[in-house]
């Protein structure tokens, strides 16, 4: 009898010693009045891990580049990172201690859809504001008037895909490989099929598969048999890179089509020479001869070494657009940065001119690029909204 | 007709892969009645052996006949070891203890080498090394047959050929019978148990880095979670044929293999993986021996 309770009391104890530790950690990192404590949450780690390092690394630059020339208004910005390991709960988590106990006035992320749609609502609830650098799907916005993003969304990525198929193509008849786990994909497919069709084009076969798949020839053998001019493949790097290999394999010559979820290292890494030649919408190009985005792509490199990817130019611009309305915003507070989100207009940024409508989108053009090599991509076109 | 004979030689080659892996549950279970849930996570230590000793020996992008059997070998090694301390280290202690220990202990395993994996390997998928060049061994009208496809069932049905024989023709093969059939009279008779079951996880451990390295060339995209759903659709595939049955595990995992194939390519590809549960859960309410598989009636 004794014994078992002395088991319940060290099970109790034990507990409640877990449950306290994380609240320790968050008085640890309470602001000073100096400080503005801005939150990102991204997928450091997991299947997507470099669309989060790529975002940390652009926020990062961009924060550093502020505190360096005198801060907002004489206050310097500290950036909180949190992991979600490409998980939705994980991304809820997160955001919700960034908010309760590291007390943010802002949060930055996510790049996947579906991790910003779980994160969102977080954000809404507690009335801080959110602006998302790269998260394609239309609901993210939806959820509140406290959430932002800075890149163009899916129905207008969908179609310009579609238009490039079959303006710059001429392709007639195409096949679409959908990832149903994922908002971004499912998202984008519909509205490719939408606009290929009016504009006169046909979908002859539609293939979905699941993330984390590793096997897709069945769908790639009833594609081929349906002889598409080309395949549209808006899923992520991982699985499309497997994808490729797989269709040059069963002998499918048919062209390859994208959105910026293609855009990593990893793609050519795991697609090696089956990717090149394939086509993918993206934020903005290396190849640009603007002046800002030259500037960005030295300042990226003396920092880290590489190439910046769609995501971390995103990732900078997201941080850039919210500098700006803090800067702005009489007081840092959640409610006047929102304000001042709200009326952005016309704010050069590397990807191009950002202005936030009343949806709290941002209206920007975008650029097909096609896969070269290793972390080459050729300019290919610009298609306006 | 060209879709479908694609189709076939599509499932074969995926039911080859299920078969390598279900090969390495089947003997373990024959021999001890224990589901070894770490079988799946060795698989996945093979592939990482396999990309760490290919960067190691500098042929990642080297691919040739060599470059292939070392990294093979040298993997297989590697998982014997991880096999052999996985069998001392956790499972031996539990050897007379209930059979449901040792099954929560195996699932116990299975989540150390995932977690730990992804705190030694790191969580983010890598590419694995190109050690031995893909080709078109056929390109017949539309059907397309690639050495890798060849590779992997060849490996297979010559791994099941030589494990039958070593069962059935070999003294090691007459103890492990014996063991299976009763550890102590077994003992009584002189057969040095442990070192029997012992060699039994050595062998299983070596077919699972096999299969991680073949999987890893035709798949080149591994991570420290990649044994969770092939580890479960060859574990379904093993009680498909009759767990404890060598031919079984074959059989059923071809038969898993080409039915997911033409459910995905002529039907609706989101059913894939709940077809593979769907058999599990009729075999066991119509078939619960498995095809090959004979009940044993226990008698009280």
Known sequence: MFKNLALALTAVIALTSCTKKPSTDGTATSSNANEILVGEYGSMTGSEATFGISTHEGIQLAFKQINNTGGINGKLLKLISLDNQGKPEEAATAVQKLITQNKVVAVLGEVASSRSLAAAPIAQQYKIPMVSPSSTNPKVTEVGDYIFRVCFIDPFQGTVMAKFAAENLKAKKVAIMTDVKSDYSVGLAKFFKEKFEDLGGKVVSEQSYASQDIDFKAQLTAIKAAKPDAIFIPGYYTEVGLISRQAKGLGIKAALLGGDGWDSSKLFEIGKEAIVGGYFSNHYTTESKDKKVQEFISAYKDAYNKVPDGLAAMGYDAAMVLVDAMKRAKEPTPEAIRDQLATTKDFIAVTGKITIDEKRNATKPAVVVQVKGQDKYGYVTTINP | ?300
């Open chain 2, 1 to 300: 007709m060209e879709e479908f004979i694609q189709h076939l030689i599509n499932g074969l080659s995926l039911g080859s892969i299920y078969a390598l892996i279900a090969l390495g549950y089947t003997m373990v279970y024959g021999i001890l009645q224990l589901i070894n849930f770490a079988h799946s996570d060795v698989y996945m230590m093979g592939a990482f052996i396999g990309l760490y000793s290919s960067r190691f020996l500098g042929i990642q992008e080297k691919p040739g006949l060599l470059s292939f059997i070392s990294v093979l070998f040298i993997s297989m090694v590697g998982c014997s070891i991880v096999g052999f301390l996985i069998e001392r280290l956790a499972y031996r202690p539990l050897r007379g203890a209930p059979k449901l220990n040792a099954l929560i202990t195996a699932i116990g395993v299975s989540l150390f080498l995932q977690y730990s994996g992804q705190i030694v390997f790191g969580a983010t998928p890598q590419s694995f090394p190109n050690i031995l060049e893909d080709a078109d061994l056929l390109a017949l009208g539309g059907v397309h047959l690639t050495l890798f496809d060849v590779t992997i069932f060849m490996t297979t049905l010559s791994l099941m050929l030589i494990l039958r024989y070593i069962i059935n023709s070999t003294k090691l093969g007459k103890a492990m019978r014996a063991v299976s059939y009763n550890g102590q009279w077994a003992s009584l008779m002189g057969i040095p148990v442990n070192k029997i079951i012992s060699m039994t996880f050595i062998i299983g451990s070596a077919l699972a880095a096999a299969g991680g390295i073949l999987v890893g060339m035709k798949y080149p995209k591994i991570e420290p979670l990649m044994g969770t759903m092939i580890g479960l659709k060859a574990f379904v595939a093993a009680v498909l044929g009759g767990i404890g049955n060598i031919s079984g595990a074959v059989l059923g995992a071809m038969i898993m293999g080409i039915a997911e194939e033409f459910v995905v390519g002529y039907g609706a590809s989101t059913y894939r993986d709940a077809l593979a549960f769907g058999i599990l859960i009729l075999i066991l309410l119509f078939r619960p021996a498995g095809i090959l598989g004979k009940l044993n009636v226990e008698k009280v």
